[in-house]
């Protein structure tokens, strides 16, 4: 499973083949009235594209396209790979209902290989640190993640962060 991740970051390393890497950030659920649908697209090219609905806050949601550096990406990568033994396949995933469910998509080439999380306790975990404290010292690789990811979503459309 981390393998695809590494492959990953060789290839956006190389500028003859980053393009061939995306990642596709989701959160998704939620209780009735309380539904959060977040996609954030980063490419190897430094295209982002991003779409949110959150019925808690609508202004946060709506679409938007840019770019970003390529580091960011490998940052986030980065985080992936450290988070390794807590990010799960589709068969050992299980959630609550209403619960927030996050995974990541990474795509390298034509191969994707998708990766959960449980969004609810990456949330809780976000809420419990001062909002300035930088990304890298984060204690948990998936808070990393989501911390970067808003942070992009954020810079790219305004508003808020992250739900707390």
Request: proline share 5%; hydrophobic share 30%.
């Amino acid at each position: 499973m981390i393998d695809h991740i590494e492959r990953a970051r060789d290839r956006l390393r190389d500028p003859e083949t980053r393009e061939s890497v995306r990642l596709t950030y989701y959160v998704h659920g939620g209780a009735p009235s309380e539904r959060l649908e977040e996609r954030v697209e980063l490419a190897g090219s430094g295209e982002i594209r991003v779409d949110v609905r959150d019925e808690t806050d609508p202004d946060r949601g709506g679409e938007a396209e840019g770019t970003v550096d390529i580091e960011e990406v490998r940052r986030i990568l980065d985080a992936l790979d450290e988070a390794g033994e807590t990010l799960r396949t589709r068969e050992e995933a299980s959630f609550p209902p209403d619960s927030l469910v996050g995974w990541v998509d990474v795509t390298v080439g034509d191969e994707t290989e998708t990766y959960y999380f449980d969004a609810d306790a990456v949330f809780e975990g976000l809420s419990q640190a001062p909002d300035e404290r930088p990304a890298e010292e984060r204690e948990a690789p998936l808070e990393t993640v989501t911390y970067r990811v808003d942070r992009l979503r954020t810079r790219l459309m305004g508003g808020d962060h992250a739900r707390s």
